[in-house]
DNA sequence: CGACACCTTGAAGAGGTTCAAGAAATGTGG
DNA sequence: CCACATTTCTTGAACCTCTTCAAGGTGTCG
C-alpha cells in the first residue's frame, strides 16, 4: 500500500507533460489544475500502488520510478499490460467499474501524484482542454493496446522482442536519456509475460540479438547498437538468417 | 464508404443502451441526446464503415449489423482487434490524433448512428452523467483489451477459442438471442486473427470441440450443447484430455 | 560469505504452423 | 434455375518455433 502525503505540489512547476499541464492553458485556468492535484505518493519497489478490486480513486501520474500493471487469472497466470514510467498515468482501468481490474505494481521506488476522478471531471466541465486531454488519454491507451494485440497476434518472438526495446528506448529518449543505452527495469519473466513468451525464449533471443551484433547485453544493462537492426526485425515478415 | 442519411432518429425510442440512453437522464437532458445523432448510415456487407488515417469525426453506435475492426502491417499481415455487434461504440480509436488508426468493416450489412464528436464533448460539459458515460466507455474498452491481452498472451489455443465463444454467445444472450445456438458472422481466418492463431487451428479446435461433444458446429451455425465444458476449459491451465 | 533471485544455455518435446488437397457452401451470369 | 467460379472450411502430414525441464552461472543483499 502506498504512503500518502497531503503535500502541496505546484504542478505549474512539473515538467511532466502527458496529463498535468498540456500548454494550451490559461493562466486562471493553471491554477485550477494545481488544486487537481492534491495527493502525493511513495511507493516502494515491489509494493502495489493499487491491486485488483481495490476501489477506483483517481488517476495516478508518476513523477518518478517505473511501474507494471498486470493481470492474474484464478490458476495463478499473470499477463503483464504494460510497463510505465515518469510522465505515465496509471489506473485508467478502473474508471468503468470504480474498481481496479488489474495491478500496478512498482519496479524501482516510485512517487506518484494522485488526481482524484470526480474533480478531473469537474474540472473538465469548466476547461474543453482538459476534457479533451482526458479523452484523448484514454483513446490514446486504446491505441496503444491495438499495439500489442498485433504484436502478441501476429509477431514472432524476434519480432515481439525488437519492438519491446524500440518502444522503450524511444520512450527513454523523449524524456531525455540515451537513445542508445538503457537499463532494464524489470525481469526477463516480466518481458516474457508482456511479450506472451517465456522468459527463457526472451533470454535466447536477446542472445541471438547480441551473436548479431544488434545489441550489447549485460544483465539489465542494455546497448543498442544497430538499431536500424532493430527496426528491420520489426518490418521483415520472413527474417532472414544472417 | 459508408452512405450518409440526414435522417432524424429518436434515441429516445431507441433501446440501444451502450451508449445513447444511459437511463439516468432527465427528459429534459433526453431531448438534448436526440439532437446528438445527426446522421444515419448504412453500410454493406464487407464495406469499410472507417478505415485507418481517415478524419475522424464521431463515434459510432451500431443499429443493426456485425463489424469487425483491424489493423493492417505495411507487409500486409492483419490483425483483427475486436468485433462488434448492435448497441456498441465504434472509432474510440480516432480520439487521439483526429484520425482513425483502423479499420472498421461491416461483415453483414448494417445501420448505425453517427454521434459527432465535439457535440458529445459539448454535452458532456452541461451533463454529468453523459460525461462519466463516456469515460466509462473508454475505459471499459481498455478493460476489454486487457482481456484479450491476457488471451493472446497466455493462454492455448482451446482455451482462446472456449473464451471467444462465450464471449460472443453471452453479449448475443443480453440482446435477446439465445444462449446456446448463434451464427458466426466472420469467417475462420477472422477469427484466427483476433485469436492470434491460424484459420487451420480454428477449424482443428472446432472439430476437437465437436469430437468431445461441447458444441455442434455446422459451418457457421453453432450449437452450444455443453457451456460447462467451454467453461471448464477457460479455467484449465493444464487441460487433462479426454 | 552465504542465500537467494535472476539469467543463460542445452536437449527434448509439444503445440501450432505450413503446405497441400479435397469437400462444401455461396454467389454469378447465362 | 442450373453450371461454373470463387470463397470458405476441413483434414492430413511434415515441419518449426517456442516451451519445458534441467543444470549451472552470475549478481546482489543482508
Avoid: W
Amino acid at each position: 500500500m502506498p504512503t500518502p502525503k497531503t503535500l502541496k505540489v505546484p504542478c505549474s512547476g512539473c515538467t511532466l507533460c502527458e496529463m498535468c499541464i498540456p500548454m494550451e492553458f490559461s493562466t486562471e485556468e493553471i491554477e485550477k489544475l494545481d488544486e487537481l492535484v492534491t495527493t502525493r505518493c511513495k511507493v516502494k519497489r515491489s509494493a502495489a500502488l493499487y491491486s485488483s478490486g481495490d476501489a477506483f480513486t483517481g488517476l495516478y501520474v508518476i513523477r518518478t520510478g517505473f511501474f507494471k500493471t498486470c493481470l492474474v487469472m484464478e490458476d495463478g497466470r499473470t499477463q503483464v499490460t504494460g510497463f510505465q514510467m515518469a510522465g505515465e498515468v496509471l489506473g485508467l482501468d478502473g474508471i468503468v467499474n470504480s474498481h481496479h481490474s488489474c495491478d500496478a505494481v512498482a519496479l524501482e521506488d516510485a512517487e506518484v501524484c494522485l488526481l482524484p476522478f470526480d474533480r478531473i471531471e469537474e474540472l473538465g466541465r469548466e476547461i474543453p482542454a482538459l476534457q479533451h486531454h482526458v479523452h484523448r488519454l484514454l483513446s490514446r491507451e486504446i491505441v496503444r493496446e491495438h499495439g500489442i494485440m498485433l504484436l502478441l497476434g501476429s509477431m514472432s518472438a524476434k519480432e515481439r522482442l525488437a519492438t519491446f526495446l524500440l518502444n522503450l528506448v524511444e520512450r527513454l529518449h523523449t524524456r531525455g536519456f540515451s537513445k542508445s543505452e538503457l537499463i532494464l527495469r524489470m525481469t526477463r519473466a516480466e518481458i516474457g509475460s508482456y511479450l506472451g513468451l517465456k522468459l527463457e525464449t526472451v533470454s535466447r533471443t536477446f542472445s541471438r540479438f547480441v551473436r548479431e551484433g544488434i545489441v550489447e547485453v549485460h544483465q539489465r544493462h542494455l546497448r543498442i547498437r544497430n538499431p536500424d537492426g532493430l527496426r528491420y526485425i520489426v518490418n521483415s515478415p520472413a527474417d532472414d538468417e544472417l
